[in-house]
């Protein structure tokens, strides 16, 4: 069963930084793009930013200069490093990315594919 655990939330300053990390863990062959979005209850969900198996990454404007996401292939980890912290930064933080698993089915393995996401983490930012 493969699990994505987000960690790193909390409370941040204005202008100041955050660390996120996403760990999946489980049967895992192999990973392609990995993933943070955020929902605020007010606004509809938005990517984050996102990075390839090969480490080319993307950036919603808002965050652009601000954020990096980067990966840790070896420890099939994503992380989210957040500088001069805003207000409208507040959000739910969760990660996904597309995993291709291992299943043992009656002493078959099948191999999927599949997009998973973790439970999220909280990020306020308040003076």
């Known amino acids: 069963q493969v699990q994505l655990v987000e960690s790193g939330g909390g409370l941040g300053q204005p202008g100041g930084s955050l660390r996120l990390s996403c760990a999946a863990t489980?049967?895992?062959?192999?990973?392609?793009?990995m993933g943070w979005y955020r929902q605020d209850p007010e606004k509809q969900r938005e990517l984050v930013a996102s990075?390839?198996?090969?480490?080319?990454?993307r950036y919603t404007d808002a965050v652009k200069g601000r954020f990096t996401i980067s990966r840790d292939n070896a420890k099939n980890t994503v992380i989210l490093q957040m500088n001069s912290l805003q207000p409208r930064d507040t959000a739910l933080y969760c990660c996904?990315?597309?995993?291709?698993?291992?299943?043992?089915?009656?002493?078959?393995?099948?191999?999927?594919?599949?997009?998973?996401w973790g439970h999220g983490t909280q990020v306020t930012v308040s003076s």
């Open positions: 990075v390839t198996s090969d480490g080319t990454t």
């Open positions: 996904n990315a597309d995993v291709t698993a291992c299943r043992n089915v009656d002493g078959v393995f099948h191999f999927d594919t599949s997009l998973y």
């Open positions: 489980g049967s895992i062959l192999s990973i392609g793009d």
